[in-house]
């Protein structure tokens, strides 16, 4: 039998192995009601995938699909959803859509739904009600992690090829709409002396109110971890892979209440660790506009990078490879990726609204998927060419992100990374949501040679300072590389399309890659 999924230290950084090997997923994530039936999936979602490269698929499996009836389990589309993986070849990340997803509790089952008393939702100041059941409500707690530990217990009995590999505990949880859970159990808890894990955690004792305009986010920040980590140890008791909790970001306005107060962005990693322990990482959804800070504030501390949901408009190629360049992210997955290749794409604008996410980061882009597919295909075939510059500290990444360019120095010389030539001047330009940005990675191959994939920026590279003299081209090619075979040359770039041998790299908007050898003029 295959061994478990499992995550790993090595070298002080948390790696994702499946099949007792490094694994990175260049994954999609699905619409929500995309495998809600394995008919839809079928008709609609394996022939638009097929063409992406992909080797992971990020998809949700619902408590009411499992439990409609309380205590009698249906696994029917759970087995139907693993068999159609095992034909296509790929791997999950399951999005347990239980109690919370978005701030809500839709995805609940009739029978949790009807018996508010015993199921009781979150109230807001006015004391109306919040259409989330409150993470307070250890009823509600208890019966999701016993709906998921009997989902994770089938799992393990099932799933012998091991094609679910990840699983998500719930979706962007928090209460929207107020800055905490005001209902009366709620606001007993509120009143009492906090718990002994908060005390440790906060340094201070006495109520939550102690302290201050911090409390009504910290006190759900605690209801929530705890909730989590009940639901995520029963289903590791069955079986036990990787878990994560996901994250809806903090934006402007930058309060709690208008995002999920509660939730795992990024200034509350450090409670979250501390209540729920079970819990493996945190990855971000991203839809803000400074992906490299987001990224980079999530990639600290111990956390993988590990991306569940991100746009999947153009500029999603760029940032994949700053994900792969800069954190070697064990996992990136553009939302809706059910819709690149059909170029169908189904907006909810009201929802959009609401959750503060621009309509236009949804418009299908032809490229999208051109771009996506070449750029998977391409990473796929150098991940162990990433893995040992990663080691080694041979891979560095750009991105642009309201800026001109950057400086980065190499073992043998620096390189001047400079943003948007292909829009016809230098300059920081506003980018429309259909353009993709600048980024990528160089990868040191040698002494003066490097391997370069990236979009939309052009490389000038120098002697290091006080070296004088310049660098020249001795050899540029572009090409593709082959994890076992190396560089495979395409073309031998000269002349116009090589700098007149000054070696000036311009890379076009479509990922390309460039094998360069330098020498130094003097």
Same mark, same amino acid.
């Given at each position: 039998?295959?061994?478990?999924? +499992? ?22 994530? %699905? ?24 080797? &992971? ?6 408590? +009411?699909?499992?439990?409609? =009836? ?41 029978w ?24 307070? &409500? /250890? ?37 929207? #709409? ?54 995520t ?6 079986? *036990?892979? *990787? ?9 402007? *306005? ?5 995002? *999920? ?11 979250w ?9 945190f ?20 956390n ?9 408009s ?25 819709? %690149?290749?059909?170029?169908?794409? =189904?907006l909810? $604008? ?31 075939d150098?991940?162990?060419l990433?893995? +040992?510059?990663?080691? +080694? ?6 991105? =642009? ?30 980018l ?27 490389? $000038?590279?120098?002697?290091?300072? #006080?070296?004088?003299?310049?660098l020249?081209? $001795? ?8 994890d076992?075979?190396g ?21 076009s908007?479509?990922?390309? /890659? ?9």
């Amino acid at each position: 039998m295959k061994p478990i999924p +499992e995550i790993r230290v090595t070298d002080g950084k948390m790696q994702l192995f499946v099949d007792g090997k490094v694994f990175h997923a260049r994954a999609g994530e %699905l619409h929500n009601s995309s495998s809600s039936t394995s008919l839809y999936m079928e008709q609609k979602v394996w022939p638009a995938l097929r063409p992406l490269n992909l080797n &992971c698929v990020v998809l949700p499996i619902a408590w +009411e699909t499992i439990e409609p =009836e309380q205590g009698k389990f249906d696994f029917t589309l759970v087995d139907e959803l693993i068999e159609q993986g095992k034909r296509e070849g790929m791997r999950y990340v399951i999005l347990w859509f239980g109690l919370w997803k978005n701030g809500t509790s839709t995805y609940i089952p009739g029978w949790v739904k009807h018996d508010q008393e015993t199921y009781f939702m979150v109230r807001d100041c006015f004391q109306k009600p919040i259409l989330t059941v409150s993470p307070l &409500c /250890q009823a509600a707690v208890e019966a999701d992690a016993n709906a998921f530990s009997h989902l994770m217990a089938h799992i393990a009995e099932v799933d012998t090829e091991r094609v679910i590999i990840t699983m998500q505990i719930e979706n962007e949880i928090g209460v929207l #709409g107020a800055e905490r859970d005001f209902s009366p159990q709620a606001q007993a808890v509120f009143n009492a002396e906090m718990p002994p894990e908060a005390a440790a955690f906060h340094g201070v004792t006495g109520p939550w109110s102690v302290l201050g305009e911090k409390a009504p986010e910290q006190f759900m920040v605690w209801a929530y971890a705890k909730a989590i980590e009940k639901i995520t140890a029963a289903g590791k008791a069955q079986y *036990p892979i *990787p878990m994560y909790v996901n994250a809806w970001l903090e934006q402007h *306005p930058d309060r709690p209440g208008l995002y *999920p107060s509660g939730g795992p962005v990024a200034k509350q990693l450090a409670p979250w660790r501390a209540y729920a322990p079970s819990v493996d990482f945190f990855g971000p959804d991203i839809y803000v506009s400074v992906f490299r800070q987001t990224v980079d504030e999530y990639a600290t501390d111990g956390n993988p990078l590990f991306i569940p949901e991100v746009r999947n408009s153009p500029d999603c190629v760029p940032f994949f490879l700053y994900s792969v360049g800069r954190h070697d992210a064990i996992c990136f997955s553009p939302f809706g990726i059910d819709d %690149l290749y059909s170029g169908q794409t =189904e907006l909810d $604008e009201g929802l959009l609204a609401q959750l503060n996410i621009q309509a236009s980061a949804f418009r299908s882009d032809p490229r999208t998927w051109q771009m996506l597919s070449s750029v998977y295909r391409q990473v796929g075939d150098m991940e162990e060419l990433i893995e +040992e510059a990663h080691k +080694e500290g041979r891979i560095h990444a750009f991105l =642009e992100e309201n800026d001109l360019g950057c400086m980065i120095p190499l073992k043998d010389c620096d390189v001047r990374v400079n943003y948007h030539v292909n829009s016809g001047y230098m300059g920081n330009r506003p980018l429309p949501d259909t353009d993709p940005r600048a980024g990528g990675f160089i990868i040191e191959l040698g002494e003066m040679e490097y391997l370069i994939i990236g979009t939309d920026a052009f490389l $000038e590279f120098y002697p290091k300072c #006080g070296e004088g003299g310049f660098l020249a081209g $001795e050899r540029i090619e572009e090409g593709l590389w082959k994890d076992g075979e190396g560089f495979m040359t395409v073309r031998v770039l000269n002349g116009d399309e090589g700098g007149h041998g000054n070696c000036r790299i311009n890379l076009s908007a479509f990922p390309t /890659q460039r094998h360069i050898k330098l020498y130094l003029c003097k």
